[in-house]
Nanobody, 127 residues
Framework: QVQLVESGGGLVQAGGSLRLSCAAS????????MGWFRQAPGKEREFVAR????????SYADSVKGRFTISRDNAKNMVYLEMNSLKPEDTAVYFC????????????????????WGQGTQVTVSS
């Protein structure tokens, strides 16, 4: 059974940085892509970033490009989201998610195509 557990959220001032971690277990993940999504109060869950497990291929939402970096440690089954130059509009619950088709192109930014989800971690950026 696949499990994803996020950590690293918290309260930070605008311009600050946070690093989110996602511990994955229950599978080898060799054919998975891992994603980060976020959901602010009253808003839909939105795509943040994605990384393939077997290749160093990444994709980012325009709103975070140049500020956030997704990475993974295959040996530890960990996925990270380094967030820099944080803005108040980055405030949300951040979710780690796993897509069991790492080659997916169409739909890779849509939550419905991700099979497994973590419980989320709150990130709050104060102005």
């Amino acid at each position: 059974q696949v499990q994803l557990v996020e950590s690293g959220g918290g309260l930070v001032q605008a311009g600050g940085s946070l690093r989110l971690s996602c511990a994955a277990s229950g599978d080898t993940f060799r054919n998975y892509a891992m994603g980060w999504f976020r959901q602010a109060p009253g808003k839909e869950r939105e795509f943040v970033a994605r990384i393939r497990w077997s290749r160093p291929w990444t994709s980012y939402a325009d709103s975070v490009k140049g500020r956030f970096t997704i990475s993974r440690d295959n040996a530890k089954n960990m996925v990270y989201l380094e967030m820099n130059s944080l803005k108040p509009e980055d405030t949300a619950v951040y979710f780690c998610a796993a897509d069991d088709d790492e080659t997916r192109i169409f739909g890779m930014r849509y939550a419905q195509y991700y099979t497994y989800w973590g419980q989320g971690t709150q990130v709050t950026v104060s102005s």
